[in-house]
C-alpha cells in the first residue's frame, strides 16, 4: 500500500522510484499485487529501468498466485516476445485462465487466437463464443472482430448490414486512436455497399445492439494504481 501511494500520489507527490522500492520489498515476500505492479513499472520504464525481461518475470509471478490482470499481461508478453520467447501456446494458457475470470480482454484475445488457430486448433466456433463474451462487456475489438466474421461469413452466415452495425459499434465505443479510424472505415466501406433497406436494417441492429451492451466505455487499465 505505500507503494501504491507513492505511484499514485497518495497524500503527497508522486514518486515511482519510491514505489518501485516497496513494491518490490512486498513482490520479493509473495504479494502478487505487488508482482504485478513491479511489473508494471518494468514494462514501462517508471522509478526504474524499462526491462521487458524483468517485467514479464513479475508477471509469471503474480500469474502463478491467480492474479488476473497479470494472467492477461503475461499472456500479452508470449504473444508479442516481450521479456520472453514467443509461444502462442503460452499466451494461449493464460488467456484461458484470465478469460475464465471474466477478464474482457482476454476474452478478446483467446478468440482471437482460435479464429487465427494460434496456440490452439482453428474453431469458429469458439472464436465467435468469446469475441460475443467479450463484447458483451464492452470491448470494441471483439465488437468489431465480430463484424469481420460477418463480413466474410466465418463461423457465420455472411451478412454485410451486422457487420456494417457491428463496425460503428466499435468505432462508437473506441477511444480516438487508430483503432477507431479502422472501425470507422470498415463501416464506411459497406455502407457504399448497402442498398437504401440495408442501411435501415444495419441502423437497427445497431441501435439494438447499443441497447443490449449499454454503450460501455472499454478503458483497459494496467497503472499499478489503477489496477489495485
Known sequence: MLGFMYAAAVGGLRDYEKAAHWYRLAAEKGYS?????????????????ADPEES????????????????LKTGLCYLNAKGVGQSYEEAFHWFELASEKGAATAQFYLGYLYDEGLGTAQDFGQAIRWYSTSADQGNPQAIGMMGVLYEYGRGVSRDLAEACARYGLAAEQSPPDSTRERFVKFRDTLLEKLSDDERARSQRIAERLARSLGKFSEQVRFSSYDSH
Open 33 to 49: 499485487r505487488a508482482q504485478f505492479s513491479l511489473g508494471v513499472l518494468y514494462e514501462n520504464g517508471l522509478g526504474v529501468p
Open 56 to 71: 514479464a518475470r513479475w508477471f509469471c509471478a503474480a500469474s502463478s498466485q491467480g492474479d488476473v490482470d497479470a494472467m
